[in-house]
């Protein structure tokens, strides 16, 4: 596998043709030791904005140059200082918004059904119409590309493709070409069907036009997530860049769910959050710094290198604040990194993911529950799509609404027979007609009508839980019928249905004390929940669903690799290195905070002390010790007791 510059910047800049004297401050060699005085060694210059705007000295569209800047090859200064600091200056194009090019070619824009165009006004600020790669638009980006190619030549490191989403057109070309098809243009589903068709060729167009110029450059196509939408154009891309800025649109969820899918698809990747207090645009703010170590850290702690995202100011000049903000942070990284890079993530657990393949934020609430419960439980997995490898994961998990077709159902009968465990929830693993897996040894007998239902805490599933105490699962489950699995779980109804007529009280009708039915079912290796238990952890998190999944696990016989005794909001990601016989456990221990309406913040790392870490390793661990810092720790019970974590730990095993 290729690897990436471990530690990048991605410098933005989309400058308007309003503001005098652009780039007037730039000075090659100061700009370079910024960056090289950061240890950075890879930062992404621009080539072309959302405002339509050039940066270097074109010969094909000297118009297209920004009329206000004063160093017409800006780019090519930018690539040629770095090189002269080793390090790598990969080219940005953007492709989908271009504000000038949306004015002058209206025939090039992203038409909807009634014939308005797509995405923001005219009339407002942003430059959010949206361009159709289906169009004469494409011949511009190519002229675009191909003169960088030769512009550059041997000195040409990659390019970074931005907002290239799937965006359902009915502009005149796509319109006769879905007619040539016999595409249905009324379908929306078949619309957008197209619209990533027109899409993924388009990517694998742009890397053959690329790569008949240069063979070994980066390619990377943004479209702001990388998930099951990705899957089907992977082979045009280079690597992975997942752009996530956890106070902006993302949220801190949004990394380790992307990441664990993307690190799948057999190429590097690179985490991207950025120096911005929000996101991308807030020229004038910065991180805090914990925030900025935990975001660069959580990528390093999932193999992953590192890229900050910065706006460079209209005048040229780097902000020395960002560089000395960026600089302690790759600092530290860097002297961790070889724990890290490369390295496998060593898996115990696959989620199988319900996502859609033909949107980009179309993210199931069961996935984000699952994502989160996962990690605060220090399960070691993946998310993937059926196309992946699932069988080599030792637990599946199929999440509350993964519709699956009957190839799969077999696929997961056969899995079971050959010892392979099942954690199902709701219509997890159900076919489109309501019909599970035959090892799952239950029917569905569709959604219960009356609900909620109240789990009475009976048995080893509810161990930790307050016993016989009834449990309240907000939303709605399935009626589960066993004909071979057992119940491990049962649960009670309200005396009825919550409605206009029939309520209680505030917010759901109470438990009748009433006949028992089944809501957990257990088959051998497989266990089922009747609800959607990770949809409802993402909903308001009760402890007693965690702790359900985390007692099915253990009833279902798996046997977890990691167990350790701190706080939920510590996660542990177990990273191999064979050639070096060493397994690295990455301790992370920094909380997001909601402290505001709109973002959470991070502030301060949090020092957690005394934790105990036990693991069922696939290698007989013979020594442990803290790195960079070369604490040894002793070896007991099969465990270690890590005396202190300062926001992020790492702990070598040796075997
Ligand atoms: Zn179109």
């Given at each position: 596998m290729k690897r990436l510059p471990s530690r990048q910047v991605h410098l933005d800049f989309h400058t308007s043709e309003f503001i005098p004297y652009v780039g007037a401050s730039f000075d090659p060699d100061k700009f370079a030791k910024t960056v090289s005085d950061a240890c950075v060694n890879s930062m992404t210059v621009f080539a072309r904005c959302h405002h339509g705007w050039l940066y270097y000295d074109s010969e094909k569209y000297p118009e297209a140059v920004h009329p206000n800047l004063i160093n017409r090859d800006l780019m090519t200064e930018q690539v040629r200082a770095l090189h002269r600091y080793g390090i790598k200056a990969p080219i940005y194009l953007t492709v989908q918004w271009d504000r000038r090019a949306a004015y002058a070619h209206p025939e090039w824009l992203i038409r909807r059904a009634d014939g308005s165009h797509e995405g923001g006004s005219f009339s407002e600020p942003g430059f959010y119409q949206s361009l159709c790669v289906n169009t004469g638009y494409v011949d511009y980006l190519k002229d675009i590309t191909k003169e960088i190619c030769m512009k550059l030549g041997d000195e040409l490191d990659g390019f970074f493709f931005?907002?290239?989403?799937?965006?359902?057109?009915?502009?005149?070309?796509?319109?006769?070409?879905?007619?040539?098809?016999?595409?249905?243009?009324?379908?929306?589903?078949?619309?957008?069907?197209?619209?990533?068709?027109?899409?993924?060729?388009?990517?694998?167009?742009?890397?053959?036009?690329?790569?008949?110029?240069?063979?070994?450059?980066?390619?990377?196509?943004?479209?702001?997530?990388?998930g099951p939408c990705t899957y089907s154009s992977s082979s045009a891309f280079t690597h992975?860049?997942?752009?996530?800025?956890?106070?902006?649109?993302?949220?801190?969820?949004?990394?380790?769910?992307?990441?664990?899918?993307?690190?799948?698809?057999?190429?590097?990747?690179?985490?991207?959050?950025?120096?911005?207090?929000?996101?991308?645009?807030?020229?004038?703010?910065?991180?805090?710094?914990?925030?900025?170590?935990?975001?660069?850290?959580?990528?390093?702690?999932?193999?992953?290198?590192?890229?900050?995202?910065?706006?460079?100011?209209?005048?040229?000049?780097?902000?020395?604040a960002t560089y000395k903000l960026i600089g302690n942070v790759y600092k530290e990284f860097a002297q961790r990194e070889k724990w890290a890079r490369p390295s496998v993530p060593l898996t115990e657990a696959v989620v199988i993911t319900p996502e859609r393949s033909d949107a980009e934020f179309n993210i199931p609430d069961s996935i984000m529950g699952a994502t989160q419960m996962l990690e605060e439980l220090a399960i070691q997995f993946d998310i993937a799509g059926f196309e992946a490898d699932l069988e080599r994961y030792p637990l599946w998990i199929l999440p509350d609404d993964l519709i699956?077709?009957?190839?799969?159902?077999?696929?997961?009968?056969?899995?079971?027979?050959?010892?392979?465990?099942?954690?199902?929830?709701?219509?997890?693993?159900?076919?489109?007609?309501?019909?599970?897996?035959?090892?799952?040894?239950?029917?569905?007998?569709?959604?219960?009508?009356?609900?909620?239902?109240?789990?009475?805490?009976?048995?080893?599933?509810?161990?930790?839980?307050?016993?016989?105490?009834?449990?309240?699962?907000?939303?709605?489950?399935?009626?589960?019928?066993?004909?071979?699995a057992q119940t491990v779980l049962?649960?009670?109804?309200?005396?009825?249905?919550?409605?206009?007529?029939?309520?209680?009280?505030?917010?759901?009708?109470?438990?009748?004390?009433?006949?028992?039915?089944p809501a957990v079912l257990k088959n051998?290796?497989?266990?089922?929940?009747?609800?959607?238990?990770?949809?409802?952890?993402?909903?308001?998190?009760?402890?007693?669903?965690?702790?359900?999944?985390?007692?099915?696990?253990?009833?279902?016989?798996?046997?977890?690799?990691?167990?350790?005794?701190?706080?939920?909001?510590?996660?542990?990601?177990?990273?191999?290195?064979?050639?070096?016989?060493?397994?690295?456990?990455?301790?992370?221990?920094?909380?997001?905070?909601?402290k505001s309406a709109s973002i959470d913040i991070i502030e301060e790392r949090t020092t957690v002390?005394?934790?105990?870490?036990?693991?069922?390793?696939?290698?007989?661990i013979l020594s442990a010790r803290i790195v960079p810092e070369d604490i040894p720790l002793e070896i007991k019970d099969s465990g270690i007791t890590v005396p202190q974590i300062d926001g992020y730990?790492?702990?070598?095993?040796?075997?």
């Open positions: 931005d907002i290239v989403g799937i965006r359902p057109c009915l502009c005149q070309r796509c319109r006769s070409e879905m007619q040539e098809r016999g595409i249905d243009t009324s379908d929306n589903s078949k619309v957008r069907e197209f619209a990533k068709f027109v899409l993924d060729r388009f990517k694998k167009d742009m890397t053959e036009t690329v790569r008949s110029y240069k063979d070994d450059c980066t390619i990377f196509y943004n479209a702001g997530h990388v992975f860049e997942l752009e996530s800025l956890p106070s902006g649109q993302w949220g801190y969820l949004h990394f380790p769910l992307t990441a664990r899918y993307a690190r799948g698809l057999g190429k590097d990747c690179v985490g991207m959050t950025g120096k911005f207090h929000t996101e991308w645009g807030d020229f004038h703010s910065l991180k805090n710094s914990a925030a900025l170590e935990f975001e660069c850290f959580r990528m390093l702690s999932l193999g992953f290198a590192a890229s900050i995202g910065d706006q460079l100011e209209p005048c040229g000049a780097l902000n020395p699956v077709d009957d190839n799969f159902r077999k696929r997961a009968d056969k899995y079971v027979e050959r010892g392979g465990k099942v954690l199902a929830c709701a219509r997890g693993g159900q076919n489109a007609c309501g019909r599970y897996p035959d090892s799952f040894g239950a029917l569905s007998g569709g959604k219960r009508d009356i609900y909620p239902d109240f789990l009475v805490a009976e048995g080893e599933l509810s161990e930790g839980l307050e016993e016989e105490n009834e449990y309240v699962i907000y939303l709605q489950g399935e009626a589960l019928i066993p004909s071979s049962s649960a009670r109804a309200p005396y009825f249905k919550r409605s206009g007529e029939h309520f209680c009280s505030h917010r759901y009708t109470p438990s009748a004390k009433g006949e028992k039915y051998g290796n497989v266990i089922l929940f009747s609800h959607p238990i990770f949809c409802q952890y993402r909903s308001n998190a009760p402890l007693w669903c965690k702790k359900l999944i985390s007692n099915a696990m253990d009833i279902i016989g798996f046997e977890r690799m990691i167990r350790h005794d701190g706080p939920s909001t510590m996660t542990i990601s177990a990273l191999l290195q064979p050639e070096l016989r060493r397994i690295n456990l990455h301790m992370l221990t920094y909380i997001p905070v909601r002390r005394n934790v105990t870490v036990r693991f069922n390793l696939p290698e007989k730990a790492i702990v070598e095993l040796s075997f």
